[in-house]
């Protein structure tokens, strides 16, 4: 099993940076990627990007590359997304997302365990 704790997530104007953590516990010898999702009121939830633990590559969704940047430190066991120049379509319940065997990295469906949220608001 594996424990992902999301925090960071607060209330920021539009143009600001803002940067995530996500802890991660347990069983991680076997995950391939971890990855930050985001889910926007009424919308599906969608991938933001990820890190394969391979290598340490990494790959972004179009509407954040440039802006967002997913970074890891083993050594704390957290994972990190540090968010710049935010605007109101960022805003969602941002989630860490952890896998064995993922492929695709922007389908949920193959990441295995997933934190709680972490809610990010961005007013213009």
């Known amino acids: 099993q594996v424990q992902l704790v999301e925090s960071g997530g607060d209330s920021v104007q539009a143009g600001r940076s803002l940067t995530l953590s996500c802890v991660h516990s347990g069983d991680t010898d076997h995950i391939n990627a971890m990855a930050w999702f985001r889910q926007a009121p009424g919308k599906e939830r969608e991938g933001v990007a990820t890190?394969?633990?391979?290598?340490?590559?990494?790959d972004y969704a179009h509407s954040v590359e440039g802006r967002f940047t997913i970074s890891q430190d083993n050594a704390a066991y957290t994972m990190f997304l540090q968010m710049n120049s935010l605007n109101p379509e960022d805003t969602g319940v941002y989630y860490c997302a952890a896998g064995r065997a993922v492929v695709s990295w922007w389908e949920e469906a193959g990441y295995d365990y997933w934190g709680q949220g972490t809610q990010v608001t961005v007013s213009s």
């Open positions: 890190i394969w633990t391979l290598d340490g590559s990494a």
